[in-house]
């Protein structure tokens, strides 16, 4: 799988939750074609054992009854427990033991052999590449000793020679082709999953700054904001611009600019805490999304980030480069919607910028009736 280095961990965790999501339902499927294909066995065990009673072959017409109550059994065991690995185990153990009586008793006029065709692409379709090439070649060498064997106490018939050498070469073209099928099926499933992933990760990323992008950002807002309705936690968010940023361009040119907001992109990642998410909201504004802060704390982190900018020295090409920055900050106890609080925290931006910049609104000084207000 690729892996992206990125100083964002939470960009990569949801992107990571994404594909663990897609390969959780890959693996469903699989369960539930299993599922399917036990219902397909249980339902010709019963015929097929039926017609063994009715033509007189009562024992191998109660062996295959027996299959069928193992089968039926997992299926019941499953529908309750939801044991995905133990159900698998037992139906590819299931099938791969009545194939081999099917082998050894030759079923219906010698015809018990033929099953064996459906068990290498079962195998590889469950297990992978891996195990069902293990479990195909243990079946291919179990019906060597079978055929090759016939006075062992459970082989209870003998097949014709070249039906022996024709059905072992069958066997392993069906296994080879198999294995080659769902080797491609895997690799082509993998690439598509490892593009997906870069593709996700780029849609949720900043190109410049590595940053979460608007559109990440507004989505781990709206979880937070769901998460603060059920359990009642709270949040707050700063939204910060560069100030006089359009002279940071025009003095130094635009590849100062970039420089300058990835400098100021990684120093917001160095003073936040890892459940934080910053994302370049546009332009030269930037969000912070601080789970479990209350506007004291969210006001706190916010002064100490302005402060930071203000003292550290952003240069390009040998040029240092002044910075500062405003910021608003709203908590959600302060407003019910991701909207108003969005809108609150622009008003104070705003307001932070007409009162002469560099500054954070609601003010540091003004923080005691700020919480009393919420």
């Known amino acids: 799988m690729t892996q992206i280095n990125d100083p964002s961990n939470s960009i990569q965790e949801r992107v990571n939750s994404r594909i663990i999501s897609v390969k959780e339902r890959d693996d469903q499927r699989v369960t539930d074609v299993a599922r399917l294909l036990s219902l397909g066995a249980l339902f010709f065990l019963i015929i097929i054992g039926s017609k063994s009673h009715i033509s007189g072959h009562h024992f191998h017409g109660n062996v295959l009854f027996i299959f069928a109550i193992i089968t039926l059994v997992n299926l ?12 698998q185990n037992t139906f590819i153990s299931m099938v791969g033991v009545l194939f081999l009586y099917l082998t050894a008793s030759g079923g219906e006029s010698n015809t018990g052999p033929l099953w064996f065709y459906v068990f ?12 069902g090439l293990t479990l ?53 499933k993998n690439e598509l999953i490892d593009m997906a992933t870069l593709y996700e ?86 969000l912070m999304l601080l789970p479990d802060t209350s506007l004291l704390q969210a006001l706190t ?15 390009h090409k040998f040029e240092t480069i002044p910075l500062t920055v405003s910021a608003g900050i709203c908590a959600v106890s302060q407003h019910k919607g991701i909207n108003k609080i969005l809108k609150q925290a622009d008003i104070n931006l705003y307001e932070a910028k007409t009162k002469g910049r560099n500054r954070i609104q609601p003010a540091v000084k003004s923080i005691s009736s700020s919480i009393a207000v919420t």
């Open 76 to 87: 019941i065991n499953y529908h309750f427990k939801q044991n995905k690995r133990f159900y």
């Open 120 to 131: 290498p692409p079962i195998g590889f379709y469950i297990f992978g590449i891996k195990y």
């Open 136 to 188: 195909s070649i243990g079946a291919i060498f179990a019906v060597l000793i079978i055929f090759f064997f016939p006075q062992l106490p459970f082989a209870t018939t003998e097949y014709d020679p070249d039906f022996k050498l024709r059905f072992l070469a069958t066997l392993s073209f069906v296994t080879a082709c198999a294995y080659i099928l769902d080797d491609a099926r895997r690799t082509a």
């Open 201 to 286: 990760y780029a849609a949720r990323t900043d190109e410049l700054t590595t940053l979460s992008n608007r559109r990440d950002m507004k989505e781990c807002l709206d979880k937070e904001f769901y998460r603060h309705q059920r359990s009642n936690s709270y949040f707050s968010i700063i939204l910060m611009d560069i100030d006089h940023f359009k002279r940071v361009n025009d003095t130094y040119g635009h590849d100062a600019g970039d420089a300058v907001l990835k400098e100021f992109s990684s120093l917001l990642k160095e003073l936040s805490r890892k459940i934080d998410v910053v994302s370049r909201w546009g332009g030269e504004e930037f």
């Open 301 to 315: 982190l916010a002064e100490r980030l302005r402060a930071a900018v203000e003292e550290h020295t952003f240069s």
